[in-house]
């Protein structure tokens, strides 16, 4: 890519480094290496044969600054938050994709500032700009359906034509939204510790709300919303459904076979802590009634 697009490494170098220092490195989880852990993940998935063959330059660029950027200067708390406490982000957003609006316009003020694209014609220094920014604001989990419907569609019609530019930037995006939510694909003493990290900043949030006397956000609640049970909801309601169309998109790769296997593994892990967190509740509550034990337990053999 630096030989294609002719970059000067110092200015590479120097955006780079912008951009990781505008990473909250106190963020439990939306730090710097959630952004290095995307960006790996991404390579992996533009590395697919499907993929691999019909990407050109630009794309795997696009992909990989992306992936990189998706999450600069996050503040660690989420949109919600923002609104409710009047935050200048929700307004100058005007209360829409907020923190991926500002991680785009981070990222355009630091390859701006750095130079990085400078020697390149104007129009295509703008494309990257716009083609980043479509990448960044699609990883708002707000609309999650809208992808998921619409990959379905294409997957079910098997109409997607990576010849086509549109088509291309659209699984670029789908193969970003995989990478971001990717934790629990991993195995799994990487994947707790994501799961840990993510709860823990969702957590310090919510004790900012009960600090301030606000609503506490739902999963925010360390009293209530316990790991095991955040976990078992995001893996059914956002990284199931998502892993399994591409899972046919790679039809099927063995990769996305791996992940699949340690995303199931891991949940199953997860509804035995849950179940082992439930009881534990009852002991000290006796009056709770005692939990049924789950489905899924026999997988979860490695887990303490
Ligand atoms: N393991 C996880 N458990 C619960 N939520 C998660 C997990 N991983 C990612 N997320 C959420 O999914 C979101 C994807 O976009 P963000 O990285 O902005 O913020 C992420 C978290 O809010
Ligand atoms: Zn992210």
């Not at 992936?67 to 200048?88: C, E, M, S, W, Y």
């Not at 990085?116 to 708002?140: F, V, W």
């Not at 063995?254 to 199931?264: A, D, E, P, V």
Request: proline letters at 5%; one cysteine or more; a negative charge.
């Amino acid at each position: 890519l630096i030989h294609h697009f002719q970059l000067d490494m110092v200015k590479l170098h120097r955006f780079l480094g912008m951009v990781q220092e505008d990473y909250h490195s106190h963020n439990p989880y939306h730090n710097a290496v959630h952004a290095a852990d995307v960006t790996q993940a991404m390579y992996c998935y533009i590395k697919e044969t499907k993929l691999a063959e019909q990407l050109t330059p630009l794309d795997v660029f696009l992909g990989l600054m992306a992936a990189a950027a998706h999450d600069v200067d996050h503040p660690g708390v989420n949109q919600p938050f923002l609104i409710k406490t009047r935050h200048h982000l929700a307004t100058l957003y005007q209360n829409t994709s907020v923190l991926e609006s500002h991680h785009w316009r981070s990222t355009v003020g630091m390859l701006r500032e750095s130079g990085l694209l400078s020697h390149l014609p104007a129009d295509m220094s703008q494309d990257i700009e716009q083609q980043l920014g479509s990448l960044i604001l699609a990883t708002d989990i707000n609309r999650q359906n809208e992808f998921l419907i619409t990959l379905r569609e294409h997957l079910d019609n098997q109409d997607m034509d990576l010849q086509l530019a549109t088509h291309r930037h659209f699984i670029l995006q789908i193969a970003l939204k995989c990478a971001d939510v990717c934790n629990p694909c991993r195995e799994w003493e990487l994947s707790r510790q994501w799961s840990e990290r993510v709860c823990e900043e969702f957590y310090r949030q919510g004790d900012l709300e009960r600090k301030f006397d606000l609503e506490i956000s739902p999963l925010c609640d360390q009293q209530t919303d316990s790991v095991p049970a955040i976990q078992i909801g995001f893996i059914s309601y956002i990284v199931e459904p998502l892993f399994e169309e591409w899972q046919r998109f790679t039809e099927p790769s063995m990769l996305s076979q791996i992940m699949m296997g340690h995303l199931h593994k891991n949940k199953a892990c997860w509804s035995r802590l849950r179940y082992v967190h439930t009881l534990a509740e009852t002991k000290t509550h006796p009056h709770a009634e005692e939990p049924e034990p789950e489905g899924g337990q026999e997988e979860a053999e490695d887990i303490p």
